[in-house]
Structures are given as structure tokens and as C-alpha cells.
């Protein structure tokens, strides 16, 4: 599709910067989506695994079964903190609204019906980046909520 998209719209800056946003949020979303769900499995299988292994006679006591449950905790730590499932939809979610956004742009559609194509741009840039600045405020709150609860557990520690 991106062949019938003339040249002087795939060269221009709000063209540019839509494709380079739908990109950073693709990729994103993929890594975000891996984490979660890697580290999501690891916990099943590992927390699965302790009650069996808990009365299993294993060489070294139960030392292994203590490092799962170690390794359970740590991994479940670092999902909350770096929000790898809420981050995979978010992203995706941007990713999808850009996508809708240039499919309207091309199609002539939807808020870009009956505009000459500067004007076409014009509201395509203003569209791009409300979803930029959305998606950023969000981001903002939440990290914002992050450190709150932090500083929060800091203070009764």
C-alpha cells in the first residue's frame, strides 16, 4: 500500500513523523507485549512447580525450590514496575489510533472529507500529535502515580 501513496505526501514532514510514531509505537508494544508475557509464563511455571517440588527429595535440600519462589517474587517485582502488560495495550492502543488516523488521511475520509490536501495535512499533524500528547499525558499520570507510591512505602519502611 505504501507504493500508492504519492511522493510528495511520504515526504512530507507530518507523513514523516506519522510513520516514525505508528514505528516507535509498534516496536514498543511488541517488546512491552514479550516481557509481559515471558515473564508472565516464567511465574506459572515456577509457581506451579514449588508445591510438587516442595516435598520432592531434590539434591540440595530445599534450596531449589526456594529460588523458584525467589525468582517468582523478582520476576512479579519487575513486571509492577516497569508495567509491561498496562504499556503492551497503551501502546498498542496509540499504535492503532495513528493507524485509523492515516487510513482516514489516505482515504480522504471521515474529518479529512472535502479538504484540498495542505489542509488535509495541516489536520493530520494537529490529529497525530493529540494522540502523541494523549498517550504522553497518560504515561506522565502513571509514572507520577509510580513515584507517589514509592515515596509512600519509603516513608513507612
Do not use: C
Not at 25 to 41: C, E, V
Not at 56 to 80: D, E, K, N, R, Y
Not at 93 to 118: I, W
Amino acid at each position: 500500500m505504501a507504493e500508492d501513496i504519492p511522493q510528495d505526501i511520504k515526504s512530507n514532514p507530518v507523513w514523516l513523523r506519522l510513520d516514525g510514531q505508528l514505528q516507535w509505537y509498534d516496536n514498543k508494544s511488541r517488546s512491552n507485549q514479550r516481557w509481559y508475557r515471558g515473564l508472565t509464563i516464567l511465574q506459572i511455571v515456577l509457581a506451579t512447580s514449588i508445591p510438587g517440588l516442595a516435598f520432592a527429595p531434590l539434591p540440595g535440600g530445599p534450596w531449589p525450590t526456594a529460588v523458584m519462589g525467589f525468582v517468582v517474587a523478582v520476576s512479579q517485582a519487575i513486571a509492577q514496575l516497569y508495567q509491561f502488560g498496562p504499556l503492551w495495550i497503551e501502546y498498542r492502543t496509540a499504535n492503532e489510533l495513528l493507524k485509523a488516523e492515516r487510513t482516514l488521511f489516505l482515504a480522504g475520509s471521515g474529518p479529512y472529507r472535502d479538504l484540498d490536501r495542505d489542509e488535509a495535512l495541516r489536520l493530520l499533524a494537529e490529529q497525530v500529535e493529540g494522540h502523541v500528547a494523549k498517550e504522553h499525558e497518560r504515561w506522565v499520570r502513571k509514572a507520577r502515580r509510580v513515584e507517589r507510591r514509592a515515596a509512600a512505602g519509603e516513608e513507612h519502611a
